[in-house]
């Protein structure tokens, strides 16, 4: 199974160093998303944060770019058994680059509206749901890390619990006929969809570690991103 042969292949060189690769880019995306959190919250204002920010995505991107020619590498050097575990690498430093971005994006949104929210029968829900997102960070890093299934599946169960969240938070923002400023009905679509892909892409990373290949970012038959 998937699992024993990654947890064979942690043992060894040089895969045991991409998939320790792949738990610094998630401590990276913790670390990015606490901030653009900071930003939002108006706990810090963004022009102290911008630069690391950015700096701390572009060591995400690297780090995805050094880990693909890394499994290049091993591939032409005739390592084919390793084949399937090299998929997953592959597949999960695409997720961590995704989450680099998003939490980009959750930066930006707290940097362009800063007025403040004034519709708490959404920012309520939405802060919720941005304190949920936060912890799966950690619980994610050690189920990839560790193979851990049963961390896997609890975060595979709040990841697909906060996207149902966020789709009912935006068909509601659709929908609505609450008045508010067209800038701040933008802002919770926008977080609603950030949080949701943020979430997506954590349950697609501890997919790997409760599917077979075929299935990885699927969560009964359904994907777990969009």
Known sequence: MLRELLN???????LGEMIAEVGQM???????FEKSSEVLLR?????????????????????????REEIVTHLSMGHQADLCA??????????????GDYCKNIFEVGK???????????????????????????????????????????????????TRTCDVLIHQLLSTDTKMHADEAVAYVLLARFY????????NI???????????????????AD
């Open 8 to 14: 064979a292949l942690r043992k060894t060189d040089p």
């Open 26 to 32: 998630l401590d990276t995306g913790r670390w990015m």
């Open 43 to 67: 706990r810090a204002i963004w022009k102290d944060v911008a630069d690391d920010l950015y700096r701390h995505d572009q060591e995400i991107n690297h780090t995805e770019q050094r880990v």
């Open 86 to 99: 090299c998929l997953v690498l592959m597949s999960v430093v695409k997720d961590a680059e995704r989450i």
């Open 112 to 162: 362009l509206f800063d007025r403040e929210y004034t519709c708490p029968q959404f920012s309520k829900p939405l802060e919720e749901v941005r304190g949920l997102v936060e912890p799966l960070f950690a619980k994610t890093a050690r189920a990839f890390i560790e193979a851990d299934r049963r961390q896997a599946r609890n975060v595979l169960d709040t990841a697909g619990g906060l």
């Open 196 to 203: 949701k892909r943020v979430a997506a892409h954590l349950g």
């Open 206 to 224: 501890s997919s790997t570690v409760v599917s077979p290949v075929p299935l990885i970012d699927y969560r009964q038959g359904q994907p777990t």
